[in-house]
C-alpha cells in the first residue's frame, strides 16, 4: 500500500506499507523532507510498525512524537504529516 501528504508549508511525506492480521507491516517512510539525526528515521519505521491498522491519525502521530528522542529536529514535516500519508495508503480513496 502507498499513501502520500504534502504537508501545507512543508514536504512530501510518502508511505509504504503492508497490513497483515490487522497490524501495519514493512513501514517505509520517505520523502523530501530532513531529520537529524537521520536514525530518527528507524524511529518513526519502528514506532509504526505493529499499529493497527484501524488506528486514527491522532493516535498514530502520537505513537511517532513518543518515539522520538527530545533532540530530533524535523525540517518540512511532523508527526501529523507522517499519520496522514499513512492513512491515505490505508485508504486511498480517503485522499482523491
Known sequence: MHGEYKMPGGKLVVVDLEVHVG?????????????????????????????PASAGEQALA????????????????SPE????????ALHPEAAA
Not at 81 to 88: D, E, F, H, L, T
Open 23 to 51: 497490524r501495519l507491516q514493512q513501514v517505509q517512510v520517505s520523502g523530501d523532507f530532513f531529520l537529524e539525526p537521520d536514525t530518527a528515521l528507524d524511529a518513526i519505521n519502528a514506532a509504526l510498525e505493529g499499529q
Open 62 to 77: 502520537m505513537t511517532i512524537q513518543q518515539a522520538l528522542a527530545a533532540d530530533v529536529l524535523m525540517y518540512g514535516i
Open 81 to 88: 504529516a507522517i499519520a496522514v500519508a499513512v492513512r491515505r
